[in-house]
């Protein structure tokens, strides 16, 4: 069980707004930054948000992210057939450790 | 370009160990701290640990303490990530990833080296 806390799922329709929530602590998301990373099928994780809500050159601004407190969150917009993926969470800890959410699997209906 | 290329695929059987490689190119090898991450089969990611290129210090993730050992050659700009004593639950994509600023953010990754472990 990850101690970042992601929904196992979440899906939607194309051209629709999804959220993915992360939920942390206050050794881990409230005092450091979140980064997200987006895994398609069979392929290695691509960094997809970094410093909470900064988007690396070349990924869409349909990708944006926000976090508060001990909680962020990723939101995709003008939701397409290709954001069909695995996204991660992650966070680094007051323990001196790497910690990644669960993972939430996005299905585009 | 930044590039991470590991080494090919790997079978052990349980008790044995195995080295996996990450050749960095397209940028200052020792500027920048190497990751392994791993995933199990349907799993999510797992991070093990990281290595500073230019100090060769390390930080394991406490469940990998006493089995994993990270290191590098910084004159061919290689990372390594050996793990001993290997388990069935030790079978995975292995993953190197490149952090620039050590706010673990991993802006490259290695295209993942699978190992079996199977008696």
């Known amino acids: 069980q990850s101690i970042l806390t992601q929904p196992p799922s979440a899906s939607g329709t194309p051209g629709q707004r999804v959220t993915i929530s992360c939920s942390g602590s206050?050794?881990?998301?409230?005092?450091?930054?979140v980064n997200w990373y987006q895994q398609l099928p069979g392929t290695a994780p691509k960094l997809l948000i970094y410093?909470?809500?900064q988007r690396p050159s070349g990924v869409s601004d349909r990708f944006s992210a926000s976090k508060s407190g001990t909680s962020a969150s990723l939101a995709i917009s003008g939701l397409q057939s290709e954001d069909e993926a695995d996204y991660y969470c992650?966070?680094?800890?007051?323990?001196?450790?790497?910690?990644f959410g669960g993972g939430t699997k996005l299905t585009v209906l | 370009q930044v590039q991470l290329v590991q080494s090919g695929a790997e079978v052990r059987k349980p008790g044995a160990s195995v080295k996996v490689s990450c050749k960095a190119s397209?940028?200052?090898?020792?500027?920048?701290?190497i990751h392994w991450v791993r995933q199990a089969p349907g799993q999510g990611l797992e991070w093990m640990g990281w290595?500073?290129?230019?100090?060769?210090?390390?930080n394991y993730a406490q469940k990998f303490q006493t089995r994993v050992t990270m290191a590098r050659d910084t004159s061919s700009n290689t990372a390594y990530m050996e793990l001993k004593s290997l388990r069935s639950d030790d079978a995975a994509v292995y993953y190197c990833?490149?952090?620039?600023?050590?706010?673990?953010?991993?802006?490259?990754w290695g295209q993942g080296t699978l190992v079996t472990v199977s008696s």
């Open positions: 990833a490149r952090d620039p600023n050590g706010n673990f953010f991993l802006d490259y």
């Open positions: 397209g940028y200052t090898f020792t500027d920048f701290y």
């Open positions: 290595i500073n290129p230019n100090t060769g210090l390390t």
């Open positions: 206050s050794s881990n998301i409230g005092r450091h930054t």
């Open positions: 410093s909470d809500n």
């Open positions: 992650a966070a680094w800890d007051d323990s001196l450790t790497g910690l």
